[in-house]
Structure formats: C-alpha cells, structure tokens
C-alpha cells in the first residue's frame, strides 16, 4: 500500500512538472497559428482568451488531473488489494453511508466551484464593450463573406488559397486566404455571424472565438486584438464535403493602415456630365450651304 502512495505521488509529479515544462515553453509556440508537436493553447491575442487560458489552466487542468490520479489509485488499490489471492475472503457489507454522501457531495461541490468561474468567463464574453468597428460574417458552402456596414463596404468573398498560392504568400496552407478579415488593433471589434446554407462556426483560437452561423439567426461575439499580426482560425462545425477548405484569416492593422484600406475600398465617385456653355451668337453657315431658315414670332390679331 505503502509503495501504492509513492507510486501515485511520483506520477502526480511527473505531471506537474510536465504542465510547469508546458507553461515554460509557451513563448515557443506560433502566434496566430498551429505549432506542430505541441500541446498547449495556441497563445493568446486578445483580452477573453487570457480569461479562457487562466480557466483552462490553473482550475480545470488541476481539478482534471487530481481527480484522474485519484481514480487511477482507486483502480489500483482494487486490483492489487482486492484481487481473488490477496483477499479470498469478500466482504459482507454492501452499503457506506459516509462514503455515498462523499462521492455525492463532493463532486457537487466540484462542479459548483467550476460553474462559478465559468460563468464569470461566459458573462465578460457576452458583456461586450461599447464596439469600434462591426463586421458581419456570413459562412457559406464553402467559404466566408464580409462586409463592414458602418464603413459601407459591402460584402466580398474569402477563399482558401491553393497550395503553390499559399506558398508563394508565405500563407500556411489550409488557412491562408485570398481576401482577409482586416481589423484596427486595439479596438473592439463586434463580429455579427450568421449562416446563409448550413451551420457553420467561425472560430479563432489566438482570440478565443468560437460562434455558431446559423441560417436564419444572428449571433455575435466581440474580441480587441493586443498586436499587430495575422491570426488564422477555420470552420468548426462540420458544414459538408469542403468543411476542410473554408479558413478564417484575420488580420490586425495599425489604425492608420485601417483607414487607408477603408478608404481605398470606397467606390469612385460619379463622374459629373460637362455642361456645354450657352451661346448667344448664331454661327455663320458654312460657305456654300444654304442659311437655315429664321423663325419669326408673329402675333395675329384676331378682331
């Protein structure tokens, strides 16, 4: 049993030291974008997804990881201590009453603790600050439309790039777009989702995105880039046979750069028609032609 306790306490650990090496090892890790062979949360670029990543790593990593050892030293004390050669003899009680309440209250109590903190998170996601720029995203099969109504931009298209245009881009292939989402940095930045087939999900992971588009319904969620960059997120909802090929592409700009490209999206205005000059001098005919004839007003007296 002894050996049992050192076993579990070893392997707890492990698994703390392994969390801390996770942790240490965070600024390693892409920003905007999948880091192969890694296993932590993609860092984060926004206010919420700080919020999300302390949720997800300092209460439920912890909760997640005593209670997994805790059953892993129950199964073993099981096997090794109540096999059929160990104990042939079975006991005759069935019930424990201060263990039942135990396992009831406890968990209850657990889950209280986690309910408490997440709907803190899921309240500062739906309280959104008072926005700076609106886009409505629309998810299509199978690609992404927005537009910017507050600018009067109208809708346009954003398709994944092939494999030899990603690369000529220096775009990672399966996120890079042709036409990106382009938002100021430091501004709220509400994003109003809707679906125009099927359900699809417009996720970002560095922003801590993850909105359902449903036809017919509107939703919205809201996020304030902290850097300049470009950050990439997908379809998360299996919308059909391409789900695989409609990334989201988002890129921050300097408030300055914003502008430029809003204005640089405005359509040209309307060519004013030149308005020719009144004459007051009837010109000459030319040599040889007849002379038009004048129109003479007269007045008839009628008696």
């Not at 263990?99 to 998170?121: D, H, N, Q």
């Not at 995203?137 to 537009?147: C, K, L, R, V």
């Not at 881009?169 to 996120?175: H, I, S, T, V, W």
């Not at 695989?244 to 060519?271: C, L, N, T």
Request: charge should be neutral.
């Amino acid at each position: 049993m002894r050996g049992l306790r050192s076993a579990a306490t070893k392997v707890g650990l492990a698994t703390l030291a392994a969390m801390a090496s996770v942790q240490a090892h965070a600024g390693d890790l892409l920003m905007g974008q999948p880091t192969p062979g890694a296993i932590s949360l993609q860092p984060a670029a926004s206010i919420m997804k700080h919020e999300a990543i302390k949720f997800h790593d300092w209460l439920l990593l912890p909760i997640i990881t005593i209670i997994s050892l805790f059953v892993l030293a129950l199964l073993l004390i099981c096997v090794f201590r109540f096999n059929s050669k160990a104990n042939p003899v079975p006991a005759k009680f069935s019930h424990n009453t201060t263990i039942e309440i135990m396992w009831t209250g406890i968990p209850v109590l657990i889950l209280m603790v986690i309910a408490i903190f997440s709907f803190r998170l899921l309240y500062a996601y739906h309280n959104m600050p008072k926005p700076d720029v609106t886009v409505k995203a629309t998810g299509y099969q199978w690609y992404w439309g927005y537009a910017y109504p507050d600018q009067k931009i109208d809708e346009y298209t954003s398709n994944v790039l092939t494999e030899a245009d990603a690369k000529a881009a220096g775009k990672p292939y399966l996120l890079g777009t042709n036409n990106p989402l382009i938002v100021p940095v430091h501004k709220t930045v509400r994003v109003i989702v809707t679906g125009a087939d099927v359900i699809h999900d417009f996720a970002l992971p560095a922003f801590g995105l993850k909105t359902d588009a449903v036809p017919g319904r509107v939703n919205e969620t809201w996020f304030n880039a902290e850097q300049v960059g470009t950050y990439y997120g997908e379809c998360d909802q299996l919308c059909g046979i391409q789900h695989a090929y409609m990334p989201i592409e988002i890129k921050v700009v300097s408030q300055a750069d914003f502008d430029a490209w809003v204005a640089s999206k405005a359509p040209p205005p309307a060519a004013t028609p030149a308005t020719a000059a009144p004459t007051t001098a009837t010109a000459a005919p030319a040599s040889g032609a007849p002379a038009a004839p004048q129109k003479v007003a007269t007045t008839a007296i009628i008696r």
